[in-house]
């Protein structure tokens, strides 16, 4: 059997299947980020609202430093075995269903919302809302509101605008367009606590982050005249600091911030798996190197799991980005 083409749903399409369904399960992406997390928050609140049932599928820990969102309490690797049959799941911010992670329970085709804004969606859904020129899974979730007549609340615009802060890397990154800047002032006046993401996400650090963050730095190398600097984080660095997996977020874009350079990676060795964490300032395009090794993400930062060693990740992933024009 041949099997229909995947397509891109509009607001409306959506907003009509979620008036339908009675129950939801938010799906966020393993190693959960505030834009997975916070997208599903929202649109799970406001669902609430309107009376509906709202769990939140998540396989690993909330990190601490998303612990304010609220909802966040109430994720889980569980769920329950009552679910209804015709049970929504929603997957925010991830381009293929398979980042959910091995724990999440077989979901029919028929029974999936994919919510994104990656580059390369897959559209595995009944129902694909993909807008690529949005800076947050959490805006693309505006739209739907927006559809639903939802109220927001403090409550939601908190975690939308976590949504975009974190994407946007505190309104830094090149994502962050006038429109961005517009939604976060509307929701600073529906009662987003900006200050309370800025000091949760961005400004408070663990001690042990900071040690870390110095063995990463140590072990900086150069290659391409400059414009590639990479570096790795190993299971020993994490024991010798006290550091783990959660602080290293975000340390890669100290490597990208480095004079001269075009493209950094960081490569984590942890837990007897390599991720990398791909930056370029946007001389070169990283979603494409990260996806030439299974991975994705966006132009300017994506990421990937390699199957091998150390020196072998290192190889292939200069390899992807050479090819990418590095
Ligand atoms: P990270 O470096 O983990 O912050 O990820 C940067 C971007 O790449 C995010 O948009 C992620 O969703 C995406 N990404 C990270 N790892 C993967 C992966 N293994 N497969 C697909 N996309 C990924
Ligand atoms: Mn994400
Ligand atoms: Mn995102």
Avoid at 70 to 76: K, R
Avoid at 95 to 106: F, I, M, T, V, Y
Avoid at 219 to 231: I, L, T, V
Wanted: hydrophobic residues 45%; proline residues 3%.
């Amino acid at each position: 059997m041949i099997e229909s083409r995947p397509r891109s749903s509009n607001a409306r399409e959506v907003a009509e299947e979620l008036r339908r369904r009675r129950c939801f399960v938010m799906v966020s992406h393993v190693k959960p980020d505030g834009d997975t997390l916070g997208a599903g928050f929202a649109l799970g609140i406001a669902l609430k609202r309107f009376g509906k049932r709202v769990l939140y599928f998540q396989q690993d820990a909330v990190p601490r430093n998303l612990r304010f969102l609220p909802e966040s309490n109430l994720v889980t690797a569980r769920l329950p075995a009552d679910l209804p049959d015709d049970a929504l799941y929603v997957f925010c911010d991830m381009s293929d269903w398979r980042r959910a992670g091995d724990r999440l329970p077989a979901v029919l085709r028929e029974n999936m919302l994919d919510i994104d804004h990656h580059l390369g969606n897959a559209l595995f859904g009944k129902l694909n809302f993909v807008l690529e020129n949005e800076c947050s899974t959490g805006c693309v979730v505006v739209h739907l509101l927006r559809e639903l007549g939802a109220p927001i609340d403090a409550a939601i615009a908190t975690c939308i605008l976590t949504t975009i802060m974190t994407d946007t890397g505190g309104f830094m990154h090149s994502n962050t367009t006038p429109e961005a800047l517009e939604l976060s002032a509307q929701l600073m006046r529906l009662g987003a606590d900006k200050e309370k993401i800025t000091q949760e996400v961005f400004l408070r650090k663990r001690v042990a982050a900071t040690k870390l963050l110095g063995r990463i730095i140590a072990a900086m190398a150069f290659e391409h005249d400059g414009r590639y600097c990479y570096s790795y984080v190993d299971d020993a660095m994490l024991a010798q600091t006290g550091a783990d997996g959660e602080d290293t977020e975000d340390v890669v874009n100290v490597l990208l911030g480095q004079d001269g350079v075009d493209v950094a990676a960081l490569f984590k060795a942890i837990d007897g798996e390599i991720r990398v964490s791909l930056r370029s300032n946007g001389a070169v395009n990283v979603q494409a190197a990260a996806a030439r090794l299974g991975g994705g993400g966006h132009f300017r930062a994506s990421g990937l799991t390699f199957d091998g060693r150390l020196p072998e990740a290192f190889e292939g992933v200069e390899r992807a980005l050479i090819a990418e024009g590095l």
